[in-house]
Nanobody, 121 residues
Framework: QVQLVESGGGLVQAGGSLRLSCAFS????????MGWFRQAPGKERDNVAF????????YYANSVKGRFTISRDNAKNTVYLQMSSLKPEDTAVYYC??????????????WGQGTQVTVSS
């Protein structure tokens, strides 16, 4: 069974940076595309970033383009989300997901438990 464990969330001031990590186990990591989603209170869950199984294809939501970078290390079975120039509106629970899609939308077959990111103004 696939397990995804996120880490790296926390409280940061506006303009600051955080790097989220998601450790994958249970199957062959390089067979899955990965995505980062976020959900703020009272809002729908949104896909903010996607990376294909090889890392050759990425996607970003307009709201984070130019500020967030998704990457993966297939040797470490880990996907990352580097977040810079954070804004209060980035505050949300961030989830990583794994799926077989070759492009967006990513229909997550597996999900992590989420990590809270809070950006103070």
């Amino acid at each position: 069974q696939v397990q995804l464990v996120e880490s790296g969330g926390g409280l940061v001031q506006a303009g600051g940076s955080l790097r989220l990590s998601c450790a994958f186990s249970g199957r062959t990591f390089s067979s899955y595309s990965m995505g980062w989603f976020r959900q703020a209170p009272g809002k729908e869950r949104d896909n903010v970033a996607f990376i294909s199984w090889s890392g050759g294809r990425t996607y970003y939501a307009n709201s984070v383009k130019g500020r967030f970078t998704i990457s993966r290390d297939n040797a470490k079975n880990t996907v990352y989300l580097q977040m810079s120039s954070l804004k209060p509106e980035d505050t949300a629970v961030y989830y990583c997901a794994a799926g077989r899609d070759v492009s967006v939308p990513l229909h997550g077959d597996y999900w992590g438990q989420g990590t809270q990111v809070t950006v103070s103004s």
